[in-house]
């Protein structure tokens, strides 16, 4: 398969991060339906906010080899119901974003990723500096290799 979910609740920055790790100009649109790429499958915020979307993230699952779940570092609460991650019969990869605001609260969003059933290790990341890049890269250069096979 050798494909990634992203998920993650509205701003968490899934298209930006997805737009990073390809190497494509980083501008901000909002996803209103599944998009695939290459590699991506990038899903509405919506889908994790609205409950009675939580099927559509677990159906695009099977599509995948593993799932990034995204947590703004900024947000004060989480939209990942209790032990979410559960659902998933997938390795999930919990990822923070936007670590270099002001806002961050990085032991917050460890606690909501927690809370979500994800275990670490949990990436943090930072569009504005690169911070936690270089780790994802290689699991992306890994599952393109196993699709390439």
Not at 23 to 37: G, W
Not at 82 to 101: E, H, Q, R, S, W
Request: charged share 20%; glycine share 6%; proline share 6%.
């Amino acid at each position: 398969m050798g494909k990634i979910l992203l998920i993650g609740g509205i701003g968490a920055g899934k298209t930006s991060l997805k737009q990073m790790l390809m190497n494509e100009q980083v501008s901000y649109r909002k996803t209103q339906m599944l998009d695939f790429s290459q590699i991506f499958i990038d899903c509405p915020g919506e889908y994790l906010e609205i409950p009675r979307f939580y099927h559509v993230l677990i159906d695009t699952s099977h599509q995948v080899s593993e799932i990034w779940a995204l947590q703004d570092a900024t947000k004060p609460r989480t939209f990942y119901p209790p032990k979410f991650a559960k659902v998933f019969n997938k390795p999930i990869i919990g990822i923070i974003t936007k670590v270099d605001l002001p806002k961050a609260n990085l032991e917050q969003a460890v606690s909501y990723l927690v809370y979500a059933g994800i275990t670490e290790p949990f990436y943090s990341t930072s569009i504005v500096n690169g911070e936690g890049f270089s780790p994802l890269r290689l699991r992306v250069e890994a599952l393109n290799e196993l699709r390439d096979r």
